[in-house]
């Protein structure tokens, strides 16, 4: 071989690949923008999935948090129900305690005020007898 069938074969090797690089890079491009394009599809369906499965869960959630406060209103309104009627008992039961004592005292405060009364007659009479004054 001659040396210019040797350049020949150097400018023909050259251009193949310049051109077999030129093809594939045309290729991966193409492939590229397609794998975009599918990656931008699924990303907005994922992207729905998740706000779909977000709301539902934000439902579920805030049909939780109801039921839960109806269910602590419930038991707090039972217990302060019967915390009431605890009370009303006590209550009750204390008045009438306080009444039993307040009769007996006066019962009692009354026979000492006789007493006295009685003493005071008594020694009404013993000054008018010992001094003779009225």
Not at 83 to 106: G, R, V, W, Y
């Amino acid at each position: 071989m001659t040396e210019p069938q040797v350049w020949t074969l150097i400018g023909v090797f050259a251009a193949v690949m310049i051109g077999a690089i030129s093809l594939l890079l045309r290729q991966n491009d193409k492939t590229l923008t397609a794998l975009s394009g599918q990656n931008q599809n699924t990303l907005t369906m994922l992207s729905r999935q998740n706000e779909n499965m977000l709301t539902s869960l934000s439902r579920q959630n805030e049909n939780a948090i109801t039921a839960l406060r109806n269910e602590m209103n419930a038991r707090f309104d039972g217990f302060q129900m019967h915390f009431e009627a605890k009370f009303e008992t006590l209550e009750n039961k204390f008045d009438t305690k306080f009444e039993t004592l307040e009769n007996k005292i006066d019962t009692r405060l009354g026979s000492i005020d006789r007493r006295l009364e009685d003493l005071d007659k008594e020694v009404a009479n013993l000054a008018t007898r010992f001094w003779k004054s009225s």
